[in-house]
């Protein structure tokens, strides 16, 4: 569905304006803002549930690295792209 699209759509825009801001600022690259904006895209307690999920109930710890992955596919492409 949506939720598994907008890391994509949200990392596309991050790519797209941090290559504006490098080109305008004249830096020699974009990955620095590039990383600083991956870092509020990705929630960092998204770790912490599937690792205290899967320590719990496995099944449940299964579907948290699960969702982690696909936002990590998706935050790629988006980049990619």
Known sequence: GLDNLAPAISAFALGILCNL???VSHSRSAIEPIFG???MLVPGSMGLR???GYLVNSSR???F???MLI???NIAIG???
């Open 37 to 39: 904006g991956i870092i």
């Open 21 to 23: 801001y490098a080109r």
């Open 50 to 52: 599937g690792l205290l």
């Open 79 to 81: 980049l990619f792209l």
């Open 61 to 63: 710890g299964s579907e």
């Open 71 to 73: 936002t990590a596919m």
């Open 65 to 67: 690295a699960l969702e």
